[in-house]
Each structure stands twice: as structure tokens, then as C-alpha cells.
């Protein structure tokens, strides 16, 4: 099969850590795109997640709570150590 040449643009850092990386598993840059490319084409996906971490709901309440403790901490009972909050425990 022919190939084609393809230009594409990445940050510099990104492409040297990508060689250094592939080069450990026997792969230049080129035969590591292709590999990608084949995968997506046979799976009819990107071949792994993509995907945003979102926090969960505990987690933005505990955000929103300290967003408030930072408003008013005279509201919110402080500790000088861990050991006086053992202490209390």
C-alpha cells in the first residue's frame, strides 16, 4: 500500500516526550500515528476514554463549604493542631 505524507502540528515538548516514549517500545513517531489511526478505524472510535472529571456531587458540596468557611471564618470553630482535633474527637 502507498503512503501518503501528513503534516501535523503539536506543542514540541509533546512530540519529544512522544519519541522518547514510543522509541522504548520499538516505534518512531510515524509508525505510532499509524497504529493510532489503524485502531480508531477498526474499533470505529477513539481507542481510549476521553473524558472530563467532573466532581461528583459530595465533592462539590465539600467545595461550596469551604467556599463559605473562607467567607466568614469566624463562623467556623478553628483548630492550632491536629492533636487538639483529636483531642475534641
Known sequence: MAKVSTN???????????IALFSQFGLDLSTAI????QQSVREQ?????IRIDIPNA????????????????????????FAEILEEV
Open 8 to 18: 501535523i502540528s503539536i506543542d514540541p515538548q509533546l512530540k519529544e516526550q512522544s
Open 58 to 81: 459530595a465533592t462539590r458540596a465539600a467545595f461550596a463549604e469551604l467556599g463559605e468557611m473562607k467567607k466568614d471564618k469566624k463562623k467556623y470553630k478553628r483548630h492550632s493542631s
Open 34 to 37: 499509524s497504529l493510532f489511526l
Open 45 to 49: 472510535r477513539i481507542p481510549f476514554e
